[in-house]
């Protein structure tokens, strides 16, 4: 296992967070406060997600530097959309400049506000841009080897109906060179335990980290299922919410107490890792991380030593 690999994944299960960069500068500020927050748990790391198109890439190199300066290891995405193989390869070398020493390959989502040539493109397919980062790092010499992640799709990619063939993508990914899966977010349990089956068929044996992000309000929960097409809001959530009245502290109590009931049951079926979308907010993360008692990784271990012995 690579140091990179290593650090991210040296406890099991893991538990990480996702950022967005910035566009103000109180925005950054609160970004900061955030990860000071949540930095007391101890994450195995932090993602930091990239404008479509790659239009906050600038941004995203700088926050990378700054989380990792700050003792978090930090695993920026990097997109197939609106970029040459140069422009990739620029931003890697940004990246492990800045301290990275993994990153999140996904093909991306086109840019909406402003034109679009994906003839430009270099790659279709986040399976290329991983066997481009293979090809990369060898041909660069470095003195490590990149931990890749890759996206997973638990209740199916949008884009493709054929399940099966969605699967053969996501092996695809992995025969290239990738060392984890990250899941879309989701709110269905049954959907992910049957989607990590499916993968150990497939002979898939790396880590399947599972997307959590907590419904807080109604507007995020639209902003949700309009970022997250095809995931699932089950009645039992959507009920719980009609039951609120508009009352937006029980919305958000409901919210939190469905994702520390999602996270408790993972745990439960031993879950290789947890990793929560937080919209660059801290309270929702903090509430499920009380609601589950866990402080550290010394209460993770001790919770599975606690099993182990009463499983023997």
Known sequence: MSHAKTALFGHVPSFSFEFFPPKTQEGASALYDTVMKL?????????????????????????????????????????????????LADILEGYVHAGARAVLALRGDPPRNCAYDPSRDAFRHAA??????????????LPFRLTIGVAGFPEGHPDTRNRIREMDYLKAKLDEGADYICTQLFFDNHAFFDY??????????VPIIAGIMPVTSISSMNR??????????????LK??????????????????????????????EVDGIHFYTLNRSRATLEIYRNLGINNYFDVDRIHMLSNLYKS
Request: hydrophobic fraction near 35%.
């Open 39 to 87: 930095r007391a748990f101890r994450p195995s790391f932090v993602s930091v997600t990239y404008g479509a198109g790659g239009g906050s890439r600038e941004l995203t190199r700088s926050v990378v530097q700054d989380i990792q300066e700050s003792g978090i290891p930090t695993v920026p995405h990097l997109t197939c959309v609106g970029h040459t193989e140069q422009e």
């Open 224 to 237: 949700m299922a309009e970022l997250s097409a095809g995931t699932n809001f089950p009645a039992r959530l």
């Open 128 to 141: 290329d841009l991983v066997r481009f980062i293979r090809t990369w790092e060898e041909k660069r010499g």
């Open 240 to 269: 719980a919410m009609l039951r609120a009245g508009g009352d937006k502290a029980s919305i958000e109590r409901i919210g939190i107490n469905y994702a520390s009931n999602q996270c408790g049951e993972l745990l439960d079926a």
């Open 196 to 205: 990590r089956d499916r993968c150990r068929l497939l002979g898939i044996d």
